[in-house]
């Protein structure tokens, strides 16, 4: 079980990281890419982008170093929190693909989350 969480954590934090890089400091590619970002000023896709990134790292180093591992949980919890957020904002835009991939991540989430309590 253990290396499965790890396995999952580790998939998770580079997604998490990678997306949240590209919505923090490239913004232009992101409103190319991306078109519900569009609906939201720089400063909200920034944002939205620390947190991934922030969530990505707080999915591996707590638990990694063994300082507040909790910090883990909580990081899978609130990333979680972040997809549910974006199930709303893709199926107001009828965007069924990306609802999909945040239904499969926030299941992810939520199992590392009680994995690692």
């Known amino acids: 079980m253990n290396i499965a969480l790890w396995i999952i ?3 998770l934090a580079l997604m998490f990281v990678m997306a949240g890089m590209m919505k923090a400091f490239n913004y232009e590619k ?3 890419s991306m078109p519900w970002s569009s609906d939201y000023s720089k400063g909200t896709v920034n944002f939205i ?3 991934e990134l922030l969530g990505g790292i707080g999915l591996i180093l707590p638990f990694a170093i063994g300082v507040a591992p909790v910090l883990t949980a ?3 919890i609130a990333l979680a929190f972040v997809m549910v957020l974006a199930v709303g904002v893709h199926a107001k835009r009828k965007e069924n693909q990306a609802i999909g ?3 499969i991540l926030v299941v992810l989430l ?3 989350a009680i994995g690692r309590m």
């Open 9 to 11: 954590q580790g998939v």
């Open 30 to 32: 992101v409103k190319a």
């Open 101 to 103: 991939m945040n239904i």
């Open 74 to 76: 909580i990081a899978a």
């Open 49 to 51: 982008g620390w947190s």
């Open 110 to 112: 939520v199992f590392v």
